[in-house]
């Protein structure tokens, strides 16, 4: 279950800066994560982030996330498995299609969660939420309509945000064993995700090694626009619990 509990949100981080067009260093991740770093750091604060760590988020918070999720995870599934189609190594299109695979268990492992939290199997959702439209809507056309790094860029975020908030979780897992999400926070702790992460990231230095420096452009502004949108989606969430 290594990847499973590891890769296992759609959250947001906060709203970053026009300082991400600065020049370009060698690696392109270098650009791209250190203009952003900074403000994963401040993620945890959010009210949806910090109370689901010390177990205070409400139980209707909770679940309009996962029903959201759920909705949002089965397109992000056939965004990765578009994206594996249009890479030409053996080894990058299985990378995708094995994140594609891992991504539909995570649907099971979403309703699984609601059902124990819950004690009854989680609705079909009525109505997803505009923030996840658009959210799902801007991976998928970049993912059909973009060129290949800036499609890959766009759906970098899903991977390096969760990875840096899991860094900030193993922090505070002392504090937070009594957490009634605990279940659900357990992948945070799982360090074997991190070498996925990184592996995405090798992927996309060698797409910007050789590509343009317009298009290097075009693969910052998909991963920043990305993470603004999971944002947006993420003060939503906490938005109605409240």
Same mark, same amino acid.
């Given at each position: 279950m290594i ?44 009210? #949806? ?15 309009? #996330? ?8 089965? *397109? ?7 994206? *594996? ?76 945000? #969760? ?29 074997? #995700? ?43 969430v906490t938005?109605?619990?409240?």
């Open positions: 990847d499973r509990r590891a890769f296992v949100f759609a959250l947001g981080t906060c709203v970053v800066y026009p300082s991400v067009f600065a020049s370009y260093p060698k690696e392109w991740t270098d650009e791209a994560e250190t203009d952003l770093k900074d403000y994963v750091h401040g993620l945890v604060s959010q009210p #949806y982030l910090k109370e689901l760590f010390n177990g205070t988020l409400s139980k209707a918070s909770f679940n309009y #996330y996962l029903e959201q999720n759920v909705f949002y995870l089965k *397109a992000y599934a056939r965004s990765l498995s578009l994206l *594996a189609s249009r890479f030409s190594t053996e080894d990058e299109i299985r990378f995708f299609s094995h994140h594609a695979s891992v991504t539909i268990d995570l649907i099971s492992y979403s309703r699984e969660t609601y059902q124990k939290v819950n004690q009854k199997e989680m609705p079909v959702l009525a109505k997803p939420e505009k923030t996840v439209l658009d959210y799902v809507n801007f991976e998928a056309a970049h993912c059909a309509f973009s060129d290949l790094p800036v499609a890959a860029s766009a759906m970098y975020p899903c991977f390096w945000v #969760y990875w840096q908030i899991g860094m900030e979780y193993r922090k505070m897992k002392k504090a937070t064993e009594n957490n009634p999400y605990s279940d659900w926070l357990a992948g945070y702790s799982d360090t074997a #995700y991190d070498e996925q992460v990184k592996k995405f990231g090798r992927i996309l230095n060698r797409l910007a090694s050789n590509s343009s420096s317009a298009t290097r452009k075009e693969m910052l502004a998909a991963f920043v626009s990305d993470v603004v949108t999971k944002n947006l989606f993420l003060r939503r938005r109605y619990g409240s």
